[in-house]
């Protein structure tokens, strides 16, 4: 198999990643989708979760991303998300202490307790664990 995807993840920063790869796995709503050459075309909302690109001679990639929209159409494949993070740039304890003060504030039930944000920001931390730890296996 070649690498016949053009994939482009964005940000309002920025693109996180644009290359060419043959396989994507995207978390959506309904599940994980995978994506390989002339899939059809889709539009769907993006989860906070883990990208998987995988190039033809094999070599991996995990992107933590959180909510956005995926495009898919004529072998191009774009990710629209609010956050992502390449794993071999994310800082393992960073996300683990963003986990635990995700889960203290979920706890404490105060009235000016945002709970969407607090949700938000716990499935984040969690999504960059598990983009660290995929890596590493």
Do not use: W
């Not at 690498?3 to 290359?19: A, F, M, N, Q, S």
């Not at 992107?63 to 794993?87: F, T």
Request: aromatic share 2%; charged share 25%; hydrophobic share 45%.
């Amino acid at each position: 198999m070649e690498d016949r995807i053009h994939l482009r993840i964005i940000t309002t920063g920025g693109p996180v990643y644009d290359g060419f790869v043959s396989a994507i796995q995207v978390p959506l709503e309904d599940g994980v989708i995978g994506i390989m050459a002339d899939h059809v075309p889709l539009l769907g909302a993006v989860v906070e979760g883990v990208v998987k690109c995988t190039r033809a001679d094999g070599e991996v990639h995990y992107i933590a991303v959180s909510q956005g929209l995926v495009h898919v159409a004529d072998n191009r494949v774009g990710l629209l998300v609010n956050a992502a993070e390449q794993a071999e740039n994310i800082d393992l304890a960073r996300a683990q202490a963003a986990e635990r003060r995700a889960r203290e504030r979920l706890k404490q039930h105060t009235p000016e307790l945002d709970t969407i944000r607090a949700e938000a920001a716990l499935h984040r931390a969690l999504a960059r664990q598990m983009a660290v730890r995929l890596m590493k296996k």
